[in-house]
């Protein structure tokens, strides 16, 4: 099979879905890999790198698609400023595609894709299963989101992280208040940790907290629910009466923290709030909050997507694609995390994914015309969107 590998065009999106290291092993498969010149550039891998490795330029992208059997992207295809085509018309009739895709807010991609008839798999849905880890690429770039988001919070904090003890003086340590012990929030403790702070966390899955002490941070105590997750292992979206209680609990530590990360997400719903506006007021001046969530509503009150909003001396960072800003380590592991579920769709020889399969039922968003995932489905039709049904493959 050709996999063809475009430049991303989004503004401020620097990963790239394949890095020269692993266009060998996909060769050894029998793959050809084609690449958009320029492509890996902003993730330190130059048009010479990819050559070396035995791929082929495409300087013409429109040439790249007609050639490709499956393509490799990172983020959802989006519009092209300035010129007639749009990502998804791009991807020729009956190509397979593999990246991530947010079916939910990409409902014009969807149905692009299933009149086309492109077989889609989407990151977002690989099952959170044991067989799978290599190729969960949300927790992958969740591990890169938790550990920016300390160092954003640490750079705008007037002050440093570690206990001093100088000639000056003592210095005490910063605080930080973890929200959310997921992926990026345990990662963002070790980080915090690491840097020398004093890091305390909160989460509603009774099964994290000794996940949170293992890492040397304290754990918020509160009457925990005991179905506060999915059988994936997310989030669920729990009571109004619980969220109180939790904002409650939040709201107690708050007058003493420097710093809070956020970042508390329900899969395919707004993030909950866990910090309101009033519940602003009582941080100290100087204090930062930096939001995960963001691209998913926040999980405070002031948070704005992409922007950074001051209140009463508190700083809210509305983070996002925060992985776009580590790009070389970013798309290292993303492009590990896409080959390895490539050669599990197609192993080696296949010319069509065994839908028997969990991984591949997981995942596949579209196929021959059809919107195969039930989810995807169901939520599109609530939305009065186009979504034929798909049949057993």
């Known amino acids: 099979m050709n996999i063809g590998i475009p430049r991303e065009i989004q503004a401020g999106e620097t990963r790239v879905a394949l890095l020269p290291a692993m266009v060998a092993p996909l060769k050894r498969d029998g793959h050809a890999v084609l690449v958009e010149s320029g492509a890996g550039t902003s993730a330190g891998a130059s048009d010479n790198d990819y050559k070396k490795a035995g791929a082929q330029i495409v300087k013409d992208v429109r040439k790249l698609y007609?050639?490709?059997?499956?393509?490799?992207?990172?983020?959802?295809?989006?519009?092209?400023?300035?010129?007639?085509?749009?990502?998804?018309?791009?991807?020729?009739?009956?190509?397979?595609?593999?990246?991530?895709?947010?079916?939910?807010?990409?409902?014009?991609?969807?149905?692009?894709?299933?009149?086309?008839?492109?077989?889609?798999?989407?990151?977002?849905?690989?099952?959170?299963?044991?067989?799978?880890?290599?190729?969960?690429?949300?927790?992958?770039?969740?591990?890169?989101?938790?550990?920016?988001?300390?160092?954003?919070?640490?750079?705008?904090?007037?002050?440093?992280?570690?206990?001093?003890?100088?000639?000056?003086?003592?210095?005490?340590?910063?605080?930080?208040?973890?929200?959310?012990?997921?992926?990026?929030?345990?990662?963002?403790?070790?980080?915090?940790?690491?840097?020398?702070?004093?890091?305390?966390?909160?989460?509603?899955?009774?099964a994290v907290k000794e996940q949170v002490k293992s890492l040397g941070a304290a754990f918020l105590e509160m009457e925990l629910p005991e179905d506060a997750e999915t059988a994936g292992g997310y989030a669920k979206e729990l009571s109004a009466e619980f969220l109180k209680k939790e904002q409650e609990t939040i709201a107690e530590r708050l007058p003493k923290v420097d710093i809070v990360i956020s970042t508390a997400?329900?899969?395919?719903?707004?993030?909950?709030?866990?910090?309101?506006?009033?519940?602003?007021?009582?941080?100290?001046?100087?204090?930062?909050i930096v939001d995960l969530a963001a691209e998913q509503g926040g999980n405070c009150e002031l948070t704005r997507a992409g922007?950074?909003?001051?209140?009463?001396?508190?700083?809210?960072?509305?983070?996002?694609?925060?992985?776009?800003?580590?790009?070389?380590?970013?798309?290292?592991?993303?492009?590990?995390?896409?080959?390895?579920?490539?050669?599990?769709?197609?192993?080696?020889?296949?010319?069509?994914?065994?839908?028997?399969?969990?991984?591949?039922?997981?995942?596949?968003?579209?196929?021959?015309g059809a919107i195969q995932n039930e989810a995807v489905r169901s939520a599109l039709l609530k939305k009065g969107k186009p979504a034929k049904k798909g049949m057993k493959k």
């Open 66 to 206: 007609a050639q490709a059997d499956v393509i490799f992207k990172v983020l959802p295809p989006g519009p092209r400023k300035g010129r007639p085509n749009h990502e998804a018309d791009l991807v020729k009739r009956g190509t397979a595609y593999v990246g991530f895709l947010s079916p939910l807010a990409n409902a014009q991609v969807i149905h692009t894709f299933v009149k086309n008839k492109v077989t889609s798999f989407s990151m977002e849905y690989v099952p959170r299963i044991t067989r799978a880890q290599s190729m969960d690429a949300l927790s992958s770039m969740a591990t890169i989101a938790g550990y920016k988001a300390v160092l954003i919070a640490a750079d705008r904090l007037g002050k440093i992280f570690p206990l001093l003890m100088t000639a000056a003086g003592t210095v005490p340590p910063s605080s930080v208040l973890i929200l959310g012990a997921g992926v990026a929030g345990l990662q963002a403790i070790a980080t915090a940790k690491r840097l020398g702070a004093k890091v305390e966390a909160f989460d509603p899955r009774p």
């Open 265 to 288: 997400q329900v899969f395919g719903k707004r993030s909950p709030v866990l910090i309101t506006a009033k519940m602003v007021e009582l941080m100290m001046p100087g204090s930062i």
């Open 307 to 368: 922007t950074t909003v001051q209140k009463g001396g508190v700083t809210i960072v509305g983070a996002v694609n925060l992985p776009a800003t580590i790009p070389v380590h970013a798309s290292q592991m993303y492009a590990k995390n896409v080959t390895n579920l490539f050669q599990a769709l197609y192993p080696k020889g296949a010319t069509a994914p065994a839908f028997d399969d969990e991984v591949t039922q997981g995942c596949c968003i579209t196929h021959e």
